[in-house]
């Protein structure tokens, strides 16, 4: 199987603090998820891809051209799209405004109506500025612009974060479908549920490094994998 996105002993520093320790992980045409407690440095490896932070060793190659040092704007023109973290919208553009400031021209898959009808709640509040809309829409404006760049590959850090759980399952089937549909997707988690939910391949991180890479069934059933590495109690 080809890779889309391949990251090889990648290392990222801020000052004294080694925070990637030499990460490689393989993205191809199945989504993989990548889970690990906070702090571990998941965030930071989505930004290294990105370009946003600065990686001073290691690799990271979409379809065999490397991505390090072009920067972010060129990253996201070759076809990486981030969602990332705490949404981040523009208070005074409205949710259409927000939407036609990424959207194409041309043939593209993802088009402002296909938005609308994924997420209709966004057709609804289509006049709504980005300080009036809920946690929710806002995660849905913030997925939307990114499947409106009709990337490769899409990055999501940590999209269920603070959904209800209806919502969560919204999410889970959209985020199928577009890895059906043949986009990559990178899913960095918390939620267990929906890692595995999302994808057969789950990636573990631990302190800057992939400490492990498991089939989504067996962490789901490894209570013992989920507390060493993800902290997770279910409460005997
Ligand atoms: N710009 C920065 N400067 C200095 N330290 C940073 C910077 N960004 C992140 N860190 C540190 O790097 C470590 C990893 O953070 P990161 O956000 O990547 O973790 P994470 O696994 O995504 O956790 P979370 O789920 O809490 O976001 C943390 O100790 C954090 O404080």
Not at 45 to 61: D, F, P, T, Y
Not at 181 to 194: C, K, P
Request: proline share 4%.
């Amino acid at each position: 199987m080809s890779a889309l996105l391949e990251v090889r002993d990648l290392h990222v520093r801020f000052g004294q603090a080694h925070i990637l320790q030499g990460v490689s992980m393989t993205l191809g045409a199945e989504p993989l998820s990548l889970v690990g407690r906070n702090g571990m440095g998941k965030s930071t490896l989505c930004h290294a891809i990105m370009n946003m932070v600065a990686a001073k060793e290691g690799s990271v190659r979409l379809d065999g051209d490397d991505l390090l040092g072009i920067g972010p704007s060129r990253v996201a023109r070759r076809g990486v799209a981030l969602v990332p973290q705490g949404r981040r919208m523009f208070p005074s553009l409205s949710v259409h405004e927000h939407l036609l400031l990424v959207a194409r021209r041309g043939e593209h898959p993802w088009t402002v109506d296909r938005v609308y009808e994924t997420f209709p709640r966004l057709a609804e509040r289509r006049r709504n500025g980005g300080n009036q809309l809920s946690g929710g829409e806002q995660q849905m404006l913030a997925i939307s612009r990114a499947l409106l760049m009709n990337p490769r590959i899409v990055i999501m850090d940590e999209p269920s974060e603070g959904l209800a759980p209806v919502i969560v399952d919204h999410l889970i089937d959209v985020l199928r479908k577009i890895a059906a549909e043949g986009m990559g997707v990178l899913l960095v988690e918390q939620n267990l549920r929906v890692a595995t939910s999302v994808s057969e391949t789950v990636a573990i991180m631990v302190t800057g490094r992939i400490a492990t890479t498991m089939s989504a069934r067996q962490l789901d059933e490894d209570r013992d994998a989920q507390r060493r590495y993800l902290g997770v109690s279910h409460g005997h």
